[in-house]
């Protein structure tokens, strides 16, 4: 049983870099346009977006509807918003969802990457 664990342990902490790296190619396709090192009027930097209050820089006009989201960018928050932005934050100016699950999931460990 212990070796079973241990295993399991150890293909966990391999997977997770590879699973980061995954959203880093998602993200250059699909995000890269809106969210860079800094931010921009077409959206948000992203770096440190991971355990960051909602709606928390100050360098940002955000939507009404994420400025009315309390919390923190969690694990849970930021794919419910990547899945449906519209939907987790009504009048969002999000304009796309990534609608696989393997994809938000990778790029939510990729964005945790970014400081």
């Not at 931010?39 to 930097?45: D, E, K």
């Not at 309390?70 to 928050?77: C, H, I, L, P, R």
Request: charged share 15%; net charge positive.
């Amino acid at each position: 049983m212990f070796r079973i664990l241990l295993a399991a342990a150890a293909l966990l902490a391999l997977a997770q870099p590879a699973q980061a790296a995954d959203g880093a190619r998602v993200f250059q396709l699909q995000c890269k346009t809106c969210h860079g090192a800094k931010s921009t009027p077409a959206g948000p930097t992203l770096n440190g977006v991971a355990g960051r209050r909602i709606a928390g820089l100050a360098d940002y006009a955000y939507s009404a509807g994420l400025k009315a989201k309390a919390g923190d960018w969690t694990d849970a928050n930021l794919d419910a918003y990547l899945a449906a932005p519209m939907k987790f934050a009504p009048g969002t100016r999000m304009p796309a969802a990534l609608a696989n699950p393997t994809d938000r999931a990778a790029v939510v460990a990729y964005m945790k990457t970014l400081k």
